[in-house]
């Protein structure tokens, strides 16, 4: 919605007796732009009042009418069957809505709804040894950009990377570099070679499932503190490190915070005790449990037989060490969906122990990443990296580029490398955020590159054509403008839908859901390909008082292009 939904609600309100933003929940678009911008649903009055739709639509329709001084945004109030429906006057949005986004530039669509409030954000959070894959991707740019949209709507966010650098699995891979381990390769291949071990081990583990015990013995001398074992453990880790340091370069990814699982080493041992001062541990055959009290979410492991500690016990751990820390608005963790069960058990825990900010820790779920329908297995070694991917995609930019310009007849551009590296990188990851986050996610390279349709290089082809035209007019843009030659119905669809990218914002960050942002920005790149793509209808012409306008116009669409694309993680080449 608008400032000219809430212009409406704020009409109906009192004629419906509701309060605005109750009022607001009900405005809607009509399916069609000549029945008006935006539409009131009269169904629930109807169900109160026992009246049918339509004649209490005309009714509401006819006082709100009646009530407008007719200098305002909104004219021509009517009732379309249930609904009472109102236009948007397009000179008066052009005026309000173009200096505004002239003036704020990267502040534009920008909110202080958060009022500085923190907001920790746990997000790509991959295990050292194994490389980055496709499969991290989802939780990486979706928490990148929850990061980036909490900032724009005037919170506080902390990017944390909760590095997956303890537990069992390290077990397995101090027993096979008892083994065969190689520092020399391991300095050489680096993280590589980690996961042809860890590969290797669990090759082994098929014909020799005693070593699974081994790998738990060695995981409790690490917790021990053996000398040797935490000296390979260093090595991995650092190893690991510089591998995902890479990958986030080349996504332009940056933390608040990076600490490992192993940070929290010293902070189990409180929770622990903790939960057996208030008599809430249970001992199994296996493991120290907690009982949750509630069928659904059955047990809660938090410590092995052996006495090594589970994911759940240091998620326990952080989350108390969070909240001391930040006390936090709300924790968000970006995490798939197959965890929902962990973070359900860890906030029942949470509140077993009395912390009554509980209900603050929100787990923040996503569907699979699949490709070309192909399986991945870390532990059978088939695995696509991440890193290969964005290298592929910036290489089929290029070659795109390249096209392009032979095409056109015309040179490269200057920043060729630059500018394929933010189409490439740009577009693995619109694609992703485009999708509704709880769904799976298809990657196909015939979708995520095409420069027309829903992708990422399509928003940013419009925002670089945009800067174009500018140096062709060849003028300073101003607002200093005819605004009246902007009031077509194509024009105030543009100018709604530039106006709809903060409502999009605090949305996507009230659900935590980026493609509610990235819906928006397609829906101005739409509106605005619609209106240059009519031949009675051109940015620059030789009517300088028209170009000076449409000029202003289409600034304004770059704009909200940039500014949403930026708080998704995406940059805009100056040209393409």
């Not at 096209?403 to 551009?413: I, N």
Request: charged residues 30%; negative net charge.
């Amino acid at each position: 919605m608008t400032r000219y939904a809430r212009t409406f609600a704020a009409l109906l309100a009192p004629v419906v007796g509701k309060p605005v933003e109750e009022v607001l929940s009900g405005i809607g678009k009509p399916p069609k732009p000549e029945l008006g911008h935006f539409a009131y649903a009269c169904f629930p009055l109807a169900k109160e009042r026992k009246t049918a739709p339509p004649k209490i639509a005309a009714e509401i329709a006819e006082a709100v009418a009646a009530s407008m001084d007719g200098g305002g945004a909104l004219r021509d109030v009517k009732a379309v069957g249930p609904y009472v429906n109102v236009f948007v006057d397009g000179r008066t949005a052009a005026r309000e809505i173009l200096p505004d986004a002239l003036t704020r530039g990267a502040d534009f669509g920008c909110s202080q709804q958060g009022g500085g409030a923190a907001v920790p954000v746990d997000f790509s959070s991959p295990n050292i040894a194994k490389p980055f894959g496709i499969h991290h991707l989802r939780s990486t740019v979706i928490g990148h950009a929850l990061v980036r949209m909490l900032a724009a709507a005037g919170y506080r966010p902390i990017g944390i990377n909760h590095i997956g650098d303890w537990g069992t699995q390290f077990g397995q891979l101090l027993a096979i570099w008892e083994m065969e381990g190689d520092e020399e390769r391991l300095r050489s291949e680096g993280i590589h070679y980690l996961l042809e071990l860890y590969v290797d081990f669990n090759k082994r583990l098929e014909d020799q499932p005693e070593l699974r015990d081994v790998a738990r013995e060695r995981f409790r001398r690490l917790e021990s503190g053996d000398a040797e074992c935490r000296r390979l453990w260093s090595l991995f880790r650092e190893a690991s490190l510089a591998e995902f340091n890479r990958v986030y370069a080349l996504l332009g990814i940056a933390f608040d915070d990076t600490k490992g699982e192993s940070f929290y080493e010293d902070l189990m041992a409180p929770v622990l005790e903790e939960l057996a001062a208030k008599d809430l541990l249970r001992e199994s055959e296996d493991a120290t449990l907690v009982e949750l009290g509630d069928e659904d979410l059955g047990t809660a492991l938090v410590k092995k037989r052996d006495g090594s500690t589970l994911y759940l016990t240091r998620d326990l751990a952080a989350a108390d060490y969070r909240w001391r820390t930040y006390h936090f608005d709300r924790a968000l963790y970006v995490v798939g969906g197959a965890q929902s069960l962990h973070f359900a058990q860890m906030k029942r825990v949470l509140e077993l122990l009395g912390r009554e900010w509980h209900e603050r820790v929100i787990h923040t779920p996503f569907g699979m990443m699949r490709f070309t329908d192909r399986k991945m297995s870390t532990r059978k070694g088939d695995i696509i990296y991440l890193e290969e991917v964005l290298e592929r995609a910036v290489e089929l930019a290029r070659e795109t580029i390249e096209a392009g310009t032979r095409d056109k007849d015309r040179g490269l551009p200057d920043d060729l490398d630059t500018c394929a590296h933010r189409i490439g990188v740009g577009a693995v990851v619109f694609n992703d955020l485009k999708n509704r986050r709880v769904r799976d996610v298809t990657f196909n390279w015939d979708d995520v590159l095409n420069f027309e349709g829903e992708t990422g290089p399509y928003l940013q082809y419009t925002a670089a054509r945009i800067a174009s035209m500018g140096d062709k007019l060849g003028r300073p843009i101003t607002a200093q403008v005819d605004f009246a030659t902007l009031d077509g119905p194509g024009e105030t669809q543009l100018l709604l839908a530039i106006d709809g990218l903060e409502a999009a914002l605090l949305r996507g960050v009230e659900a935590s859901e980026p493609s509610y942002v990235a819906d928006q920005l397609l829906e101005i790149a739409q509106r605005f390909s619609t209106l240059y793509a009519r031949r009675d209808w051109k940015v620059i012409s030789a009517d300088d008082g028209l170009s000076d306008a449409r000029m202003l116009l289409a600034t304004a669409t770059r704009q909200a292009l940039l500014n949403g694309l930026g708080w998704l993680g995406i940059e805009v080449p100056d040209r393409m």
